[in-house]
């Protein structure tokens, strides 16, 4: 008796250790300087790098519109949209700009723009569309009128960091 109660105990020790490591999430690791930001618990079936957190202040912010905004500091701020945005029409609204001008398309690929345009001084944009599982995204940097626009290293560093998102997958799948 003692004999068949400790092979049900080994069974179910193993059992249990097994379901436990299969559940484990996959570590998503993030460059020199980066942290990683798991979006789960926004809504977003992903995580993202963003600048270290250590001496600028994360600030995550859902708009009344939809879109989830991502600042850290001064010099980062990206806003997520749950759906695809229309790059061809983006791409004609950006070179028939009559007030900010387009200068040039610094990278143009099927699913991301990035631009250089300029009103008083030069100015740089990008917006990228993911698909992550069924849902698609679009990301772009956060417009605003108060400050002056982020320079060409902040925009490509928000531009790669939106082309590099990580599917985080919820543990029962």
Do not use: R
Not at 22 to 35: D, H, L, R
Not at 108 to 118: K, R
């Amino acid at each position: 008796m003692k004999k068949i109660i400790l092979l049900f105990f080994a069974f179910g020790v193993f059992s249990f250790i097994g379901s436990c490591s299969s559940n484990k999430k996959e570590s998503i690791v993030a460059p020199e300087g980066m942290n990683v930001l798991d979006l789960t618990k926004y809504g977003k079936p992903f995580a993202m790098f963003i600048p270290d957190t250590t001496n600028a202040k994360l600030e995550i912010v859902q708009q009344s519109y939809g879109a989830l905004d991502i600042k850290v500091g001064k010099v980062f701020a990206i806003s997520i949209n749950d759906a695809a945005a229309d790059l061809e029409m983006t791409k004609n609204d950006i070179k028939t700009d009559e007030v900010n001008k387009l200068k040039s398309f610094i990278a143009e690929e099927p699913n991301a723009i990035l631009w250089e345009s300029e009103i008083m001084q030069p100015e740089f944009h990008f917006l990228v569309n993911q698909k992550i599982g069924n849902a698609e995204f679009s990301f772009e940097d956060v417009k605003n009128n108060e400050v002056n626009p982020f320079g060409k290293e902040a925009i490509q560093k928000m531009f790669d960091c939106s082309k590099n998102i990580k599917e985080v997958k919820s543990p029962n799948k």
